[in-house]
């Protein structure tokens, strides 16, 4: 104040310092509350304090208030926190034992209460008050006071790893360390079991009827490699592949195949999805289809060159760069990758093609040392063509004709004479059904 030209009396200045001390020791000065009292939001710009939101949520003179315990679970059994504290130090490599040494300066194996929750908590450990509770009196030492017997408590959680004292008897069974917590999670109705098994049908139709692998979708999901994916990525993953789902049955598959953090496990959701169901029909009568084709052909494309041109218009339309996806199955850079991984890719991509001209151009790249494999990178390299060529540089003089995909408006085939009047035929024949009954054919279709 003195640097301002501000000079007051020694009462007056008493009288400031005794306010605006608001730490109670004659050291510190809340100047920050003076200098807001003298200028002021109100006063400087005519805008009160209620246009500043930081005070809504840190007001000056009254403290945020917080309840008691952050979380609320409500364990069964001691089993259940010992079986969720194994399963947090095997995913974290923890060795929990460490946290709570330095507190036991004679070891003897016992700390405090108050200790033992500072412990729990730079171990990154959240427990709530009920959980604490029933550790602290299944672990209560014979001491007086309230102590915690931390060397049996780690021991305990430490089971997950192995055992202690296994030199002494060496046929003791390690890796049968429960991790599995139950409590929290409510139980699975049959609605919900009903609901289930129609996703897992609509599925299944679509995996089989397009042979695809489904586990790669989900992967792509799961970056860690978890096997578990939360309830919006299924639904993601699901709806992407074209079955539908709604919340009540996204709802449903999280009880049956969630676990207590609320993702879901998708390995068991597929092992149960295709496991081979068998149903008992009616004896075969010998009867034959009696399904004619006529000028309809579902095969596709009837040789390999057909087939890559399909593909290379498609790539050109769309601007896809196919290598990319199919490297991500081939992380040591070998060249092939697995036929429903290959596939898997080219259905995701939204190349439409059927059935057999998949199996075309699996057998035409086949790898003649792996059948099961598909020389990718071949494949990649006669698509890449459309857009440049290799060894440039070696021939800089050479010109490139640019691709030109033809229109999706294109016909593919031209009517002839006697088709184009059947098929006028057939209109007139149809208008003169529609405007004699008088009918709306459009909300038909």
Request: aromatic share 12%; with cysteine; hydrophobic share 35%.
């Amino acid at each position: 104040m003195g640097y301002l030209g501000v000079s007051a009396s020694e009462d007056v200045l008493n009288v400031l310092l005794k306010a605006y001390m608001d730490k109670g020791n004659v050291d510190e000065v809340n100047y920050y509350d003076f200098c807001d009292d003298i200028d002021s939001c109100d006063n400087l710009f005519n805008v009160g304090r209620g246009w500043n939101h930081s005070f809504d949520y840190y007001p000056k003179t009254q403290p945020r208030i917080t309840g008691i315990d952050i979380k609320k679970d409500l364990p069964n059994d001691v089993d259940d926190i010992i079986a969720k504290l194994r399963q947090h130090c095997k995913e974290q490599r923890t060795r929990i034992s460490e946290f709570f040494r330095d507190f036991d300066k004679l070891r003897s194996g016992y700390i405090t209460e108050a200790q033992f929750r500072i412990g729990l908590n730079m171990c990154k450990i959240v427990l709530s008050g009920a959980e604490f509770r029933l550790l602290a009196d299944h672990f209560q030492a014979p001491k007086a006071g309230a102590h915690i017997k931390w060397k049996e408590f780690s021991d305990c959680v430490d089971e997950v790893f192995t055992i202690k004292n296994l030199e002494r008897s060496v046929d003791i069974l390690t890796g049968d360390a429960r991790t599995q917590s139950f409590y929290g999670k409510t139980d699975p109705t049959q609605n919900d079991f009903d609901l289930v098994r129609g996703v897992q049908d609509r599925f299944k139709a679509l995996v089989q009827r397009e042979r695809l692998d489904a586990k790669s979708f989900f992967q792509d999901q799961d970056r860690h490699n978890y096997f578990k994916v939360s309830p919006k990525q299924f639904k993601q993953t699901i709806t992407l592949l074209g079955v539908a789902m709604t919340d009540e049955e996204v709802r449903a598959v999280v009880n049956v195949y969630g676990n207590k953090l609320g993702d879901i496990e998708y390995l068991p959701f597929l092992k149960d999805t295709f496991v081979l169901r068998y149903v008992i029909n009616e004896p075969y009568t010998g009867a034959n289809s009696t399904y004619i084709n006529i000028n309809i052909d579902f095969t596709g494309a009837k040789g390999v060159e057909m087939l890559l041109k399909k593909i290379k218009d498609s790539v050109m339309r769309n601007r896809i760069r196919l290598g990319e996806f199919l490297q991500d199955h081939d992380p040591l850079r070998k060249g092939t990758i697995e036929a429903t991984k290959f596939r898997t890719t080219l259905y995701a991509q939204k190349i439409q093609l059927t059935k057999e001209e998949y199996q075309n151009l699996e057998d035409y790249y086949r790898d003649p040392k792996d059948p099961i494999k598909i020389r990718y990178f071949d494949f990649n390299e006669d698509i890449e063509k459309i857009f440049t060529e290799k060894d440039l540089e070696k021939d800089p003089v050479k010109t490139l004709s640019a691709y030109k995909a033809p229109s999706i408006l294109d016909p593919k085939c031209v009517l002839t004479q006697a088709e184009e009047d059947e098929l006028d035929a057939s209109m007139k024949r149809i208008g003169t059904d529609v405007r004699h009954r008088r009918l709306l054919i459009k909300p038909f279709f």
